[in-house]
């Protein structure tokens, strides 16, 4: 199957600081990644849909401010997280959607603010 | 609002035995349901899909499930378990439609913990 990186996998950073998550689907062209976070013993709860060449949709209650994505290829999806704090530490998992409509997951990222 | 239940957080068996993870969804029109596999360090991935048709779904890794309207169920089965099929277990519902999987709604997981 279609195989979708993240990079980095783990990271920690101060709080106050900004990190940058990226999504790459490998194989395949995605027009429409996605961005997820989960808590510990939580679902997946989707953040923003991450169209290639225009804005970002963000679900309700998710600051666009906040996490910022960018999509600049068909291949490569990015999320910041500006000015993290202590309660943005989650894992944040993408994904991407093939021509046939399936999402294909990328590996996560644990983001740890201290 | 549509959702998806899994009752069970954590489920242990013994190498060999069967397994049953439980899902349950609320959700108005025709579902389309997954269920996705999360092994640590590793993506989701897809195990099976149901869109329509039979209601007894075949996935990949030796799963099945099974779609019973009247139950709201999508119960996911394996007759013998191996201990590589410890994970975590998500099943999903999508409200846009088979090509349309914008709107994944995911269940809360089932953590299978299998014994030698």
């Known amino acids: 199957g279609a195989v979708v990186s993240q990079h980095p996998s783990r990271v920690i950073c101060k709080s106050g600081t900004s990190v940058k998550i990226e999504c790459r689907s490998l194989?395949?062209?995605?027009?429409?990644m996605f961005w997820y976070r989960q808590f510990p013993k939580k679902s997946l709860m989707l953040m923003a849909t991450s169209n290639e060449g225009s804005k970002a949709t963000y679900e309700q209650g998710v600051e666009k401010d906040k996490f910022l994505i960018n999509h600049a290829s068909l291949t490569l999806s990015t999320l910041t997280v500006t000015s993290a704090h202590p309660e943005d530490s989650s894992f944040y998992i993408c994904?991407?959607?093939?021509?046939?409509?399936?999402?294909?997951f990328g590996p996560g990222t644990r983001l740890t603010v201290l | 609002a549509q959702s998806v239940t899994q009752p069970d957080i954590h489920i242990t068996v013994s190498e060999g035995a069967s397994l049953e993870l439980r899902c349950n969804y609320s959700y108005g029109a025709t579902p389309y349901l997954f269920w996705y596999v999360q092994s640590p360090g590793q993506g989701l991935q897809l195990l099976l899909k149901y869109f329509s048709g039979d209601t007894l779904v075949q996935g990949i890794k030796g799963f099945e499930a099974e779609f019973k309207r009247s139950q709201s169920s999508f119960n996911l089965r394996k007759p013998s378990v191996h201990w590589s099929d410890a994970a975590e277990y998500f099943c999903?519902?999508?409200?846009?439609?088979?090509?349309?999987?914008?709107?994944?709604?995911f269940g809360t997981g089932t953590r299978l913990q299998v014994f030698p």
């Open positions: 994904s991407a959607r093939d021509v046939e409509g399936e999402q294909f």
């Open positions: 194989d395949f062209q995605a027009t429409t």
């Open positions: 999903a519902v999508c409200p846009g439609g088979p090509y349309n999987t914008d709107k994944l709604i």
